[in-house]
């Protein structure tokens, strides 16, 4: 008789860091005493950063499953990064994550997940998407990320999404999306490229002038390159989320300008994320538990 596991380890992997902790299936909770977080040096060795991850997972759990949500470029299924000019984790490219981390004596079934898949299925499981029939996420951190659950699925291709449902493929104005949205991007058109977004949304906040139109110039650029997903995949809700969402007072008003200005007429509510900090992590567990109940 198969064993019923309700407790699997979920890690979220960011440009800085990985933190992970065992998540209560049976009622889709965090166990807050076996959380774990380690710092990742983005520019580091492939050992460096495999023995950071391993670190983290033996940290939360010793046999268990567990899933990890990584940001794309990634090999899912296999486990093989594919990260190459990406500005992070290039010592990883080509490297079987999976059997680095069984090498560090990792011994529970591992799978592999898109953050920003993780992302929306968190919120969905207990959070800003939860009875939609069809949800999008969008991720703003480092880059920018997106999911698209239709009837309790990802969708991961098809005409109603973008190239392999990520947003960061496609372009606005001509150029690259991060080129305008993104961490790096954000700070070069404030001329501070060593400078802190939240220094830049501090000023925004407060009126300064060219901080202002830093930020509407981005966000706006976002909402006309989301325009023909919204429009095409019709979501009931679109709910943001990473590091940048904490700013979402500053960046809802141009992303619902951007939409508006390419054409969008029926806009679907636009939310910041109830649960930012634990969703990727819910939805890196269903992940873990998806892994487990097909072995």
Known sequence: MRQIITRVGAFDVGGTHIRG????????????????EFSLPADGSARDLLDGIADCVRAVTTDGPVAIALPAPFDYATGIARYHGVAKFDALNGVDVGAGLRARGVTGPIGFTPDAHAFLRGEAIAGAAAGYDRAMGVTLGTGVGSAFLADGAMVADGPLVPPESRI??????????????????????????????????????????AEVEVLRHAFEALGRALAPWVTGFRPGVV????????????????????????????????????SAHDAPLLGAAWHAAAVSSAR
């Open 21 to 36: 902790v065992q998540v209560d299936t049976a009622g889709w909770r965090v166990v807050p005493s076996t959380a774990a």
């Open 168 to 209: 960061d493929l496609t372009t606005v104005d001509g150029a690259p999306l991060e080129e305008t949205v993104s961490r790096r991007a954000l700070l070069r058109a404030w001329g501070s490229p060593t400078g802190d977004v939240a220094d830049l949304a501090r000023l925004a906040r407060a009126g300064a002038p």
């Open 239 to 274: 709910v943001f989320g990473g590091g940048m969402s904490g700013a979402w007072d500053l960046i809802e008003p141009p992303v619902r300008a951007g939409l508006a200005a390419a054409g969008v007429t029926a806009v679907p509510h636009l939310v910041r994320a109830a």
